[in-house]
């Protein structure tokens, strides 16, 4: 989204947006909340509808730059700052720093910081303090800059351990990888074909001056990202959004699987993305669709009906297998297994801050008991497809050649494997040179064999 310095300097239309203080205000709350564990696409519900659209656009940009915004703070600031004041600094300061994207000029971001901090009673009395920090950041910006990047956090903007876990993973690439970390995601949609056509969506695109491009197979890549009811035919269920990445998971699982009514277990499926392409590819298809948030299987279940799609929704937890399962084994499962979801970080920054060295084990412990837990459900001659959006190669590469290891009776078929997130709509190199059109993501495909 592109922001401007209008609506706080202008009359007119721009006189009618949110005053920029209230828009860093709020900004500065997501940031602390993200401190605090929160995440980011929580947080926003809680945001007025009105202020909504620039303080996620405000702070998708300051979580992408929240390293160097740390790194300036202690060059800035003797001792720590209460929270909500360090919030805000870290708020103007990754805007002053790094703002390409944005029109404020620095007396804007300044003032308009100064006067969100002083509308907060408990933390006005350290408006001297942030205006000086600030004025000082912009007599030496260059300078202050420099030497906050001499270390790692702040010149990549990912937390230490997993910048060196890149540089274990992928020696080659793993510069690449971070930079593409900092690139906005694309907005992309998956057609249904049972519906319209790619060629159709683009005219009808078109006809509202909707900016979109074909992004291969059934993918539709928006040229800016738009709220879903500025889309034409989503709410009919021609379109859904989907990543590019997470497109190829129907496709592998169902490519050459010629049964006319196969059962399928869509293993972890909310929000149900992945179960509506299987169906929209296999509308004869049995689908079950498991989730253990309860929630969530409501909004698995509100995406088939904007579909016109029917599964079998369930909600229970994989792993306690009597608690769900009928005791038909299925043709195919695919198992989306929970991850750190570290190949999604360009479309939600705020993930590299909320994970924790320890949760990488812990995910990759989880996936193992998933793994083990549905193989006995899965029919001789059928095939698992196991995905995560993890880049880190203990959630994918290292888990599947585990779990092949100690069961002989798995064949790992031919599949993707790590993909790796884009540069500028190129990807860098991957362990098997497949292209990945936005996010991070693997995939392994797994036979069991007959008999």
Not at 184 to 208: C, E, G, H, W
Not at 247 to 274: N, T
């Amino acid at each position: 989204m592109s922001l401007s310095n209008k609506g706080t300097e202008t009359g007119g239309d721009a006189a009618r947006q949110p005053p920029l203080w209230r828009q860093l205000e709020a900004t500065a709350r997501l940031v602390e909340g993200v401190r605090d564990g929160r995440s980011l696409k929580t947080q926003l519900q809680t945001v007025e509808v009105g202020l909504r659209p620039g303080v996620q656009a405000l702070s998708s940009h300051v979580l992408r730059w929240l390293g160097l915004a740390n790194g300036l703070v202690e060059l800035l600031a003797r001792h720590a700052p209460p929270a909500r004041v360090q919030a805000l600094l870290c708020t103007a300061l990754a805007l002053l720093a790094r703002r390409s994207e944005y029109s404020y000029t620095d007396f804007t971001l300044v003032n308009q910081t100064i006067e969100a901090l002083k509308r907060d009673r408990r933390s006005a009395h350290q408006a001297g303090f942030l205006n000086a920090c600030l004025r000082r950041f912009l007599r030496e910006r260059d300078s202050l800059v420099a030497q906050a990047e001499r270390r790692p956090q702040a010149l990549w903007n990912h937390p230490d351990w997993w910048i060196q876990r890149l540089r274990v993973d992928y020696p080659e690439q793993w510069v690449e990888m971070l930079r593409a970390n900092q690139e906005p995601a694309p907005m992309v949609l998956r057609v249904n074909t049972q519906k319209t056509s790619v060629d159709t969506f683009l005219q009808r695109a078109a006809a509202v001056g909707l900016a979109a491009e074909a992004a291969g197979g059934v993918g539709v890549r928006l040229l800016r990202p738009v709220p879903v009811d500025h889309i034409p035919g989503f709410r009919d269920g021609h379109v859904s959004v989907q990543s590019a990445a997470a497109q190829r998971a129907a496709p592998l699982l169902l490519d050459g699987l010629d049964l006319i009514s196969p059962r399928v277990l869509d293993a972890c499926a909310a929000p149900g993305g992945k179960t509506g392409h299987l169906l929209e590819l296999k509308p004869q298809a049995r689908v079950t669709a498991l989730d253990v948030d309860a929630e969530r299987c409501v909004r698995t279940q509100d995406n088939l009906d904007r579909l016109g799609l029917q599964a079998h929704v369930l909600t229970a937890d994989v792993t306690e297998i009597s608690a769900w399962w009928d005791g038909q084994q299925f043709d195919a499962i695919l198992l989306d297994a929970p991850c750190s979801a570290s190949g999604i970080v360009a479309r939600q920054p705020d993930i590299r801050w909320l994970r924790r060295e320890s949760d990488i084990e812990q995910l990759a412990a989880l996936q193992e008991r998933l793994l083990n837990a549905l193989w006995p459900l899965l029919a001789p001659g059928g095939r698992l497809l196991y995905s995560t959006c993890s880049v880190f190669k203990q959630e994918g590469q290292q888990r599947i050649q585990s779990f092949v290891t100690r069961n002989t009776e798995a064949i790992e078929w031919p599949s993707p494997g790590h993909l790796l997130p884009r540069i500028g709509g190129q990807a860098p190199g991957h362990v098997d040179n497949r292209t990945c059109e936005d996010d991070g993501f693997f995939y392994a495909l797994l036979h069991k064999r007959l008999g």
